[in-house]
């Protein structure tokens, strides 16, 4: 059983940044594949952003690729979402989740209760 809790998010101008958190508890998150999904006011859930159980390997959507960075610390047991270049369009509830897979969501087993990220132009 792993349980995520998501932090960081909040109001930024466009242009701006900020940096998402996610703290796991239980023993096996360096097991799981690490994601970001965001869900805008109403659209579907999407992918952002995942990375290997090792953090070898990460994975963007092409929408935020070269603006954000996924990244881990095992021995915090933390996945991070460094979002720099803020776009209105960004505007999202950020949900942390952690799975086997790394696109989709039926990939992930589990989920965070998602924070508010608000991009003003």
């Known amino acids: 059983q792993v349980q995520l809790v998501e932090s960081g998010g909040g109001l930024v101008q466009a242009g701006g940044s900020l940096r998402l958190s996610c703290a796991a508890s239980?023993?096996?998150?360096?097991?799981?594949?690490m994601g970001w999904f965001r869900q805008a006011p109403g659209k579907e859930r999407e992918f952002v952003a995942a990375?290997?159980?090792?953090?070898?390997?990460?994975y963007y959507a092409d929408s935020v690729k070269g603006r954000f960075t996924i990244s881990r610390d095992s021995a915090k047991n933390t996945v991070y979402l460094q979002m720099n270049s803020l776009k209105p369009e960004d505007t999202a509830v950020y949900y942390c989740?952690?799975?086997?897979?790394?696109?989709?969501?039926?990939?992930?087993?589990?989920w965070g209760q998602g924070t508010q990220v608000t991009v003003s132009s």
């Open positions: 239980g023993r096996t998150f360096s097991s799981y594949a």
């Open positions: 989740a952690a799975g086997l897979g790394y696109y989709r969501i039926y990939e992930y087993d589990y």
């Open positions: 990375i290997s159980w090792s953090g070898g390997n990460t």
